[in-house]
Structures are given as C-alpha cells and as structure tokens.
C-alpha cells in the first residue's frame, strides 16, 4: 500500500540544483557574500511532497533544471515588467514563492513523471486533501538538453488560478 503521508527516508534534491541560478546570484556566492537566492528559501512542505514522488512513484532521478528563484532573475523581472505594461500587479510564481521547480526530462520518462505526479495528486484528492501539485506543465520541444516539466505547488489566488496547466 502507497504512503505518502510519512516523510520520505531522505532527500534527493541538492542544495545547489535548488538555488537560484541568475548571474547577481552566482556572482554573490562567488565572492563569498550572503545571495537572496538560496535554497533554504523552498518551502518545506511542497519539497517532502518532491521528495516522496521521487522515492515512491516515479522511483528514478528528478534532475532540477530551476528550483528557487530570487526577484532578480531574469525570468521573474522578464514578468514583472510584463505585468507593468499590461497594467496588473505582478502576483509571484511558483519559484520565487518556494514552491516550484522545473525538471530536466524529456520523452517516456517525462510521460511517466507526469503519471506518477497525477497519481500523487489523485490518491491525496481521494482522501479529501488538497492537491500538492497545482501545476504540471511540460515543454517538451526544441532541444533534449532544454526539455523539463515545471512543476508547482502555488494556491489559487486571484490572478493565478490553481490548478493550472499551461505549456512552453
């Protein structure tokens, strides 16, 4: 019988794959000096939910592409100044809040990540919990290399409605 309530024996995700990865991020831990972007920045409780799809349903290695991400990323200033033009507030995402990630896959192993993470979510609906995952979203074309699942853990709030799908 499936346990996904007790935590997982261990966890699979490196501080350094879950840190923020932008230029001002990496130039800081360079230098020694304290950066905004760690990893201690993900939120406890959607990593163990990581953690337990990755050690009792999908059971294989979940490389992170992009885990936390600090406002002066260039993908979160990239929606900020998006939001500005079109005149709504920028709402903060899955990465800068902690809870999301993306995942480096591609073909049947993004198809059976996509499985196990619907498996996870559908078997915590059925016990009237809510689901951990709000937003599975694939870009699956250009390159193998630039391939990954996104994978979110945000409420709904308005403005961003969750669950969610969307595609790259």
Not at 19 to 40: F, K, L, M, P, S
Not at 64 to 71: A, E, L, N, P
Request: aromatic share 12%; charged share 20%.
């Amino acid at each position: 019988m499936l346990d996904f309530l007790t935590p997982a024996n261990r966890n699979y995700f490196s501080y350094k794959e879950l840190q923020c990865r932008c230029n001002n991020c990496i130039t800081e831990r360079h230098q020694g000096d304290t950066c905004v972007g760690n990893a201690q920045n993900m939120n406890h409780e959607f990593m163990q939910h990581l953690n337990r799809v990755r050690e009792r349903v999908y059971c294989r290695s979940m490389p992170i592409s992009s885990g936390y991400r600090c406002s002066r990323h260039p993908v979160e200033l990239r929606k900020r100044e998006q939001a500005k033009r079109d005149g709504k507030p920028y709402i903060h995402g899955d990465h800068p809040s902690g809870v999301g990630v993306d995942v480096r896959i591609y073909g049947a192993n993004a198809h059976d990540l996509i499985e196990a993470l619907h498996i996870y979510n559908w078997w915590h609906s059925q016990r009237g919990m809510p689901r951990p995952f709000t937003a599975i979203c694939p870009n699956q074309r250009g390159p193998y290399t630039g391939r990954f699942i996104h994978i979110g853990g945000n409420t709904d709030f308005p403005g961003r409605p969750r669950p969610w799908l969307w595609t790259y």
